[in-house]
């Protein structure tokens, strides 16, 4: 009992100690509470009181509000800025400088030189050796207050932009020189607000980085010049065969002149255009206070006369194309320390210039009635994948965005080749399969042929040949597992489409979405291209060159495709090639494609054409050459009802005649030299809920019928071809497609 009660009393001990403590705690804590919150009433009453000091009404508030709001809205400013700089710093790197080091002579596939590029032969006078004329000249029309502004010029473009007001059109450009210099060294050519905020960017921080006689040095060289020339001193050479050091007032005005539009003022182009240019910069040479009317009035009435040159055109497209391949492989260390080089391409150079008078005559006479004013086509040699000819848009001078290459655009219907292939190789299809053309939906996603016709039960030939969306769509379900529901199964048949579309050369992004198989996605033309050679080839994936081999300044070949580059590969059995050929060349013959049919060779092909009539394709094939024609418009407005059957398949037309003028006609797969395309024994299978199996098979009445209706046929078409029309004709499917 006793050590119970000594328990109990230690325990109360306990309690009150751990209360007691409790209290002390909370009146600490409360007590700095109240201390804190008074030293804080306190504080705020001094900082009030300090504040009072700046206390201000009536107009002095006003202006107070005013730059309060003026600097929130400049943070905010600042980080939009911010961000659109990041984007444009990213042209940038440690070597952007160096970036065109490179002293390329360029040479066609026979040895003869077409060009060069690189910067040392550019740059081999310096700015003082420039007469000061010249200088005075270029400055007067390019930029007036160019040592006076930072990069951009305010007062220049508000400048521009009254006198362009006054003239109701563009007289004067509000670009500085060194946006000019930002663009020509990181940026393309396109027309958009992005590329004109990244331009003011990089140009303030080229002003950070050099002086101004460095910029005003690197405009001067790598200004294109027409004439396949860059940099004032090879436009010297080239127009008046001497140096820079030594041109009069009268040349250097011209040379001046050719900055706004090369190929237009070009003076072994358009003499009168070169001399009115060039007077137009002499005047402003007096406006700008460089000069006075007396100091160039001898140049006004003796204006400058080149040497005599034909009216040569050169292939500026394919030698960039080809320059950024030559400096991949001395990025890659291929060409070792070497910089000054000669290079043999795959370049064609007579069909070359051939493909760009195609292109500009077709579109000079039907250009304007279809609203199109762009094209682009590349030429393939379909076994080695040598390119023999490269058109990225109608005029270089103009703009030397290269659309053959740089572009991504929809294919339309040219894009369906890689469905049917991938159907072939299922397994499951044959061109005998007879599929059933019919209303289709995934999800509320719907497509549609021409006008809502459907042609029911037919062959997959016949089916290619109409290019017909619901079948080509039903197809992409078709390919997946049924099982999993029409949604996925397609999901799952359009991964195996784009599997094949990248085997045979494809690299744009390829976004997954349900209209992916009628030609939704964005591809290049000069991908697009190369994957058709595998159709020319038999089932190999060939990868697009212009470098057959490099040697140096000594003579020494340091590089050679064949051998060093990367060669064709076998990607696909032959077999399911000959079974796609057989389809392909019937499009040609039979469906969209007729007005690409040459003479005596075999051809197979594919039209394409997109919503709204804004890509028109036609890409197509022999046993020798291959490649894609576009039109379109650079602002992706509408063409006017141009199909890929219309102006894209007769330009591959003339384009391929010509080609295949003395050479040797190559048999297409399954198609020896010569031959019609033998119909497959194949027989019909059921693969996909409306894709059915019917019998291959006609009764003798059902035939005789067939037979009649093919003989009116042919009696209509020989009547239309009589009246000079053309025998079929190519309609846009809705939800963005041709079928015929």
Same mark, same amino acid.
């Given at each position: 009992?006793?050590?119970?009660?000594?328990?109990?009393?230690?325990?109360?001990?306990?309690?009150?100690?751990?209360?007691?403590?409790?209290?002390?705690?909370?009146?600490?804590?409360?007590?700095?509470?109240?201390?804190?919150?008074?030293?804080?009433?306190?504080?705020?009453?001094?900082?009030?009181?300090?504040?009072?000091?700046?206390?201000?009404?009536?107009?002095?508030?006003?202006?107070?509000?005013?730059?309060?709001?003026?600097?929130?809205?400049?943070?905010?400013?600042?980080?939009?800025?911010?961000?659109?700089?990041?984007?444009?710093?990213?042209?940038?790197?440690?070597?952007?400088?160096?970036?065109?080091?490179?002293?390329?002579?360029?040479?066609?596939?026979?040895?003869?030189?077409?060009?060069?590029?690189?910067?040392?032969?550019?740059?081999?006078?310096?700015?003082?050796?420039?007469?000061?004329?010249?200088?005075?000249?270029?400055?007067?029309?390019?930029?007036?207050?160019?040592?006076?502004?930072?990069?951009?010029?305010?007062?220049?473009?508000?400048?521009?932009?009254?006198?362009?007001?006054?003239?109701?059109?563009?007289?004067?450009?509000?670009?500085?020189?060194?946006?000019?210099?930002?663009?020509?060294?990181?940026?393309?050519?396109?027309?958009?607000?992005?590329?004109?905020?990244?331009?003011?960017?990089?140009?303030?921080?080229?002003?950070?980085?050099?002086?101004?006689?460095?910029?005003?040095?690197?405009?001067?060289?790598?200004?294109?010049?027409?004439?396949?020339?860059?940099?004032?001193?090879?436009?010297?050479?080239?127009?008046?065969?001497?140096?820079?050091?030594?041109?009069?007032?009268?040349?250097?005005?011209?040379?001046?002149?050719?900055?706004?539009?090369?190929?237009?003022?070009?003076?072994?182009?358009?003499?009168?255009?070169?001399?009115?240019?060039?007077?137009?910069?002499?005047?402003?040479?007096?406006?700008?206070?460089?000069?006075?009317?007396?100091?160039?009035?001898?140049?006004?009435?003796?204006?400058?006369?080149?040497?005599?040159?034909?009216?040569?055109?050169?292939?500026?497209?394919?030698?960039?194309?080809?320059?950024?391949?030559?400096?991949?492989?001395?990025?890659?260390?291929?060409?070792? $320390?070497?910089?000054?080089? &000669? %290079?043999?391409?795959? /370049?064609?150079? !007579? @069909?070359?210039?051939?493909?760009?008078?195609?292109? +500009?005559?077709?579109?000079?006479?039907?250009?304007?009635?279809?609203?199109?004013?762009?094209?682009?086509?590349?030429?393939?040699?379909?076994?080695?994948?040598?390119?023999?000819?490269?058109?990225?848009?109608?005029?270089?001078?103009?703009?030397?965005?290269?659309?053959?290459?740089?572009?991504?655009?929809?294919?339309?219907?040219?894009?369906?080749?890689?469905?049917?292939?991938?159907?072939?190789?299922?397994?499951?299809?044959?061109?005998?399969?007879?599929?059933?053309?019919?209303?289709?939906?995934?999800?509320?996603?719907?497509?549609?042929?021409?006008?809502?016709?459907?042609?029911?039960?037919?062959?997959?030939?016949?089916?290619? $040949?109409?290019?017909?969306? &619901? %079948?080509?769509?039903? /197809?992409?379900? !078709? @390919?997946?597992?049924?099982?999993?529901?029409?949604? +996925?199964?397609?999901?799952?048949?359009?991964?195996?489409?784009?599997?094949?579309?990248?085997?045979?050369?494809?690299?744009?992004?390829?976004?997954?979405?349900?209209?992916?198989?009628?030609?939704?996605?964005?591809?290049?033309?000069?991908?697009?291209?190369?994957?058709?050679?595998?159709?020319?080839?038999?089932?190999?994936?060939?990868?697009?060159?212009?470098?057959?081999?490099?040697?140096?300044?000594?003579?020494?070949?340091?590089?050679?495709?064949?051998?060093?580059?990367?060669?064709?590969?076998?990607?696909?059995?032959?077999?399911?090639?000959?079974?796609?050929?057989?389809?392909?060349?019937?499009?040609?013959?039979?469906?969209?494609?007729?007005?690409?049919?040459?003479?005596?060779?075999?051809?197979?092909?594919?039209?394409?054409?997109?919503?709204?009539?804004?890509?028109?394709?036609?890409?197509?094939?022999?046993?020798?050459?291959?490649?894609?024609?576009?039109?379109?418009?650079?602002?992706?407005?509408?063409?006017?009802?141009?199909?890929?059957?219309?102006?894209?398949?007769?330009?591959?037309?003339?384009?391929?005649?010509?080609?295949?003028?003395?050479?040797?006609?190559?048999?297409?797969?399954?198609?020896?030299?010569?031959?019609?395309?033998?119909?497959?024994?194949?027989?019909?299978?059921?693969?996909?809920?409306?894709?059915?199996?019917?019998?291959?098979?006609?009764?003798?009445?059902?035939?005789?019928?067939?037979?009649?209706?093919?003989?009116?046929?042919?009696?209509?078409?020989?009547?239309?071809?009589?009246?000079?029309?053309?025998?079929?004709?190519?309609?846009?499917?809705?939800?963005?497609?041709?079928?015929?």
């Amino acid at each position: 009992m006793a050590l119970g009660r000594g328990t109990g009393g230690l325990s109360a001990v306990l309690r009150r100690r751990i209360g007691r403590a409790a209290l002390a705690v909370d009146a600490a804590v409360t007590a700095w509470m109240y201390e804190s919150g008074r030293r804080w009433r306190d504080g705020y009453a001094d900082f009030s009181a300090y504040m009072d000091r700046f206390h201000v009404s009536g107009l002095a508030r006003i202006g107070v509000e005013l730059a309060c709001e003026t600097l929130t809205l400049g943070l905010g400013a600042a980080l939009v800025v911010l961000t659109f700089a990041q984007l444009a710093f990213r042209e940038t790197s440690d070597d952007w400088l160096k970036k065109q080091d490179l002293a390329v002579t360029f040479q066609d596939r026979y040895g003869v030189e077409v060009g060069r590029r690189g910067i040392l032969h550019d740059d081999s006078v310096t700015l003082d050796q420039y007469p000061d004329y010249l200088i005075k000249c270029v400055l007067g029309t390019e930029d007036r207050r160019f040592f006076e502004h930072w990069g951009i010029d305010p007062i220049g473009t508000l400048r521009a932009l009254t006198v362009n007001a006054r003239s109701s059109g563009v007289v004067q450009g509000g670009s500085t020189i060194t946006q000019q210099l930002a663009k020509n060294l990181f940026l393309s050519n396109e027309r958009t607000l992005d590329r004109k905020i990244r331009e003011v960017f990089l140009a303030l921080w080229l002003e950070f980085r050099l002086s101004k006689r460095d910029i005003l040095k690197l405009y001067l060289d790598r200004a294109y010049m027409g004439g396949g020339t860059f940099g004032v001193q090879a436009a010297a050479e080239f127009y008046f065969g001497k140096s820079v050091k030594d041109v009069s007032l009268a040349e250097s005005a011209m040379l001046a002149g050719l900055f706004k539009a090369p190929t237009k003022f070009a003076p072994h182009i358009n003499l009168p255009a070169a001399r009115a240019r060039a007077a137009d910069v002499l005047n402003n040479l007096v406006d700008a206070g460089f000069m006075t009317q007396s100091q160039i009035f001898v140049a006004l009435r003796n204006p400058a006369t080149p040497v005599e040159r034909e009216r040569e055109s050169s292939p500026d497209w394919y030698l960039d194309w080809a320059f950024d391949q030559v400096k991949r492989l001395a990025d890659s260390g291929k060409l070792g $320390a070497n910089r000054v080089l &000669t %290079v043999r391409t795959a /370049l064609d150079t !007579a @069909l070359q210039a051939h493909a760009e008078e195609a292109i +500009e005559d077709q579109l000079r006479e039907h250009g304007p009635a279809y609203h199109a004013k762009q094209a682009a086509t590349v030429i393939i040699e379909p076994t080695t994948g040598a390119v023999r000819a490269i058109v990225g848009g109608r005029d270089y001078g103009v703009s030397q965005f290269n659309r053959a290459t740089d572009a991504l655009r929809q294919p339309g219907s040219s894009f369906k080749p890689y469905v049917y292939l991938t159907a072939i190789l299922s397994g499951k299809f044959k061109p005998t399969t007879i599929v059933v053309d019919s209303p289709v939906c995934i999800g509320n996603w719907c497509p549609h042929n021409y006008g809502g016709k459907y042609y029911g039960a037919l062959p997959l030939a016949t089916a290619l $040949a109409k290019s017909l969306n &619901t %079948v080509a769509v039903k /197809l992409s379900i !078709a @390919l997946g597992n049924p099982k999993h529901g029409v949604y +996925e199964a397609a999901k799952e048949g359009r991964a195996m489409i784009r599997d094949t579309a990248r085997k045979m050369g494809v690299t744009a992004p390829l976004v997954d979405t349900v209209s992916m198989p009628i030609g939704a996605d964005e591809v290049s033309v000069i991908e697009h291209s190369a994957s058709y050679s595998v159709f020319a080839n038999g089932g190999k994936r060939v990868f697009p060159y212009a470098v057959v081999d490099v040697r140096n300044s000594k003579g020494d070949v340091i590089f050679r495709q064949n051998g060093d580059g990367r060669q064709p590969e076998r990607i696909f059995p032959e077999s399911a090639i000959v079974e796609m050929d057989s389809m392909l060349t019937k499009v040609v013959e039979e469906g969209t494609g007729q007005r690409a049919i040459l003479e005596g060779i075999k051809v197979g092909g594919k039209t394409g054409t997109t919503n709204g009539y804004k890509d028109a394709w036609f890409c197509g094939f022999t046993g020798n050459l291959n490649g894609c024609v576009w039109f379109g418009n650079d602002d992706d407005t509408s063409m006017g009802n141009m199909t890929g059957g219309s102006l894209p398949a007769q330009t591959w037309h003339d384009i391929m005649e010509f080609a295949h003028r003395g050479l040797e006609p190559k048999p297409l797969p399954g198609f020896p030299i010569g031959a019609t395309p033998a119909a497959s024994a194949a027989t019909a299978t059921v693969v996909a809920p409306g894709i059915v199996s019917v019998p291959n098979v006609l009764t003798h009445r059902s035939g005789e019928a067939l037979g009649a209706v093919e003989k009116l046929f042919r009696a209509a078409g020989g009547r239309r071809a009589e009246l000079g029309q053309p025998a079929s004709r190519s309609f846009r499917a809705v939800g963005g497609d041709e079928i015929r």
